[in-house]
């Protein structure tokens, strides 16, 4: 299964948990500046911080460039310093290209302004994270399968 991270870190919290994720699905986790058009996907990991009230607008763009592309199904993540709304808005932007969003998505605080959530992303956060892929990866490995009629 073809499964890709893509993520935007301005302080790296969220490379952390990209890197989680990507570590449990077998793959690399891609920076937005250093990644190439994703232009087909059975699974597309993509995660961002919540910078001033929304996602970063190098991400915004991304997503943007995402449309017509074939990505079968995408799943979200973010970090924050308090408003755990980062999701909620990479849902919107990537539906809004029409791309299938997993309902499932996974997010946890991150360090910010070096006084707020100190120690975050935690291990445990981390692991979290990985569960979170695994388990939507092995969803969607399903459904592949499903949809190639190698399963019934
Ligand atoms: C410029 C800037 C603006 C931020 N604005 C918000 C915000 O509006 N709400 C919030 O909950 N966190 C805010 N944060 C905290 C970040 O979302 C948090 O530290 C996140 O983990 C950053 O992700 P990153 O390290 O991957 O860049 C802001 C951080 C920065 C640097």
């Known amino acids: 299964m073809n499964c890709k991270v ?3 870190t301005t302080t790296g919290n969220t490379r952390k948990v990209a890197e ?3 570590a449990a699905v077998g793959t ?3 920076p937005i500046e250093n990644s190439p ?3 087909a996907a059975d699974l597309l990991f993509i995660g961002d911080g919540f910078y001033a009230g929304t996602v970063h607008k190098e ?3 991304f997503i943007k460039s995402l449309k017509g592309s074939s990505i079968k199904k995408a799943a979200v993540f973010s ?3 308090g408003q755990d709304k980062a999701n909620a808005v990479l849902k919107k932007l990537l539906g809004d290209q029409g791309i299938p969003v997993a309902p499932e998505c996974f997010s946890c605080p991150g360090k910010a302004w070096w006084i707020f959530n100190r120690k ?3 291990g445990q956060e981390l692991s979290a994270a990985k569960d979170f892929a695994l388990k939507l990866a092995k969803s969607q490995q399903l459904a592949t399968l499903k949809e190639t009629g190698v399963f019934p």
Request: hydrophobic fraction near 50%.
């Open 6 to 8: 893509i993520y935007h």
């Open 79 to 81: 970090t924050f310093g």
């Open 20 to 22: 989680a994720i990507a």
């Open 37 to 39: 058009p994703a232009d």
């Open 28 to 30: 690399v986790a891609l």
């Open 120 to 122: 975050h992303p935690t």
């Open 59 to 61: 991400m915004k763009e």
